[in-house]
């Protein structure tokens, strides 16, 4: 038989409890710890941030017509959306965020786009290569810039040092199993040269020029979002607009 742990777990309505067995307790812990995981200064919780980036993405959403939105893969924009701050969960960026006036660390073991990007690529599960590169250019460039493939080439083929040293504060609950430690970013280099190289070289200019209007509407999409409701407390108690349905 099972053991049973009780928890108490308040809901919105303050009402308890839930029951588990045990082999399911470090699941809920895990889950709990990641939730207190903090965004933005003071205390803007990761998971409210990422729900306020999707909301806002929902928003924008509205004011573009059913045609437009179906050059782009509303699916891709959500997991993006999902992933673009996964590498804020290191220690490293979790003491700074806490502190950032006083914080006398490492800069470059703050930052998280690239490791949000190497999580977010591995995690990825399909077989759409030109997806894998949106989600490259558009997680990867969301404090910088769209970069080029020859800027992402590059860009994927510095250092690994600070990486390895980001993962290791990883909370272990991330799922790091499909990362190589022996080559963090081999994977994705080969894919690069390989693979997304080949592809973009080999594309009509009608098909190049729609995979860029694609990409860069996932990315506009993206920083538009990610910035909007950061200005606007308790933004749910202000919505008013309405989905339109264009044509």
């Known amino acids: ?29 895990a889950t709990l710890c990641l939730c207190k995981m903090i965004s933005h200064y003071p205390t803007k919780k990761l998971t409210e941030h990422i729900k306020e980036v ?3 993405a929902d928003f924008l959403l ?82 910088t810039s769209l970069k080029s493939l020859d800027d992402i080439i590059s860009y994927w083929s510095s250092s690994e040092r600070n990486l390895k040293k980001q993962i290791d504060k990883l909370p272990t609950e991330i799922n790091i199993e499909k990362i190589d430690n022996n080559g963090l970013t081999d ?26 209007l694609q990409t860069q509407l996932l990315y506009s999409i993206l920083l538009e979002s990610d910035k909007a409701l950061l200005a606007v407390p308790d933004y749910v108690k202000h919505e008013s607009f309405t989905r339109n349905i264009w044509n």
């Not at 742990?5 to 588990?20: D, E, T």
């Not at 040269?193 to 995979?211: G, H, P, T, Y």
């Open 62 to 143: 509205t004011h573009h017509s059913d045609k437009l939105k179906k050059i782009m893969s509303l699916k891709l924009l959500e997991y993006i959306i999902s992933k673009h701050d996964e590498g804020k969960k290191t220690d490293y960026f979790q003491k700074y965020i806490k502190s950032p006036f006083v914080y006398t660390g490492n800069e470059q073991l703050k930052q998280h786009s690239k490791l949000s990007t190497l999580l977010a690529i591995t995690q990825f599960n399909t077989s759409n290569i030109l997806e894998r590169f949106q989600i490259l250019q558009c997680i990867g460039g969301h404090h």
């Open 54 to 56: 999707q909301d806002g």
């Open 187 to 212: 994977y994705i280099y080969d894919l690069l040269e390989d693979k997304i190289k080949v592809i973009i070289s080999e594309q009509i200019i009608d098909d190049a020029l729609n995979f860029r």
């Open 1 to 29: 038989g099972f053991s049973i742990i009780r928890i108490i777990i308040l809901n919105a309505m303050g009402k308890p409890s839930l029951w588990l067995r045990t082999g399911q307790f470090l699941q809920v812990k």
